[in-house]
């Protein structure tokens, strides 16, 4: 079944960048959306955004719009999640999450999720 494989945390100042990535293998079957969403520690866990299966639609919660881009790559079956001017409320784990059909910012919406990345940002 699919798996999915994120890379790409780190520990940055305030100002910086990092480029995540989510590197699907397995089999997938028909059309399907990815998201990122991120976990602070002691919070719960928070949509971040979305993409759909053409890449052509994204969706950004208000916090991160301007900064993060979400993009894919269909053909080597990756997502990436590029954040500039990371803020020190950016800290937590993030994750690449999965599913079929329409996009969602619903948790319970994704059945395919990655281990996870810690992405730390000092002030």
């Known amino acids: 079944q699919v798996q999915l494989v994120e890379s790409g945390g780190g520990l940055v100042q305030a100002g910086g960048s990092l480029r995540l990535s989510c590197v699907a293998s397995g089999r997938t079957a028909g059309w399907y959306s990815m998201a990122w969403f991120r976990q602070a520690p002691g919070k719960e866990r928070e949509f971040v955004a979305w993409?759909?299966?053409?890449?052509?639609?994204?969706y950004y919660t208000d916090s991160v719009k301007g900064r993060f881009t979400i993009s894919r790559d269909n053909a080597e079956k990756t997502a990436y999640l590029q954040m500039n001017s990371l803020k020190p409320e950016d800290t937590g784990v993030y994750y690449c999450?999965?599913?079929?059909?329409?996009?969602?910012?619903?948790?319970?919406?994704?059945?395919?999720w990655g281990q996870g990345t810690q992405v730390t940002v000092s002030s």
């Open positions: 993409i759909t299966w053409s890449g052509v639609y994204t």
């Open positions: 999450a999965a599913k079929g059909g329409s996009t969602s910012v619903a948790i319970d919406d994704y059945a395919t």
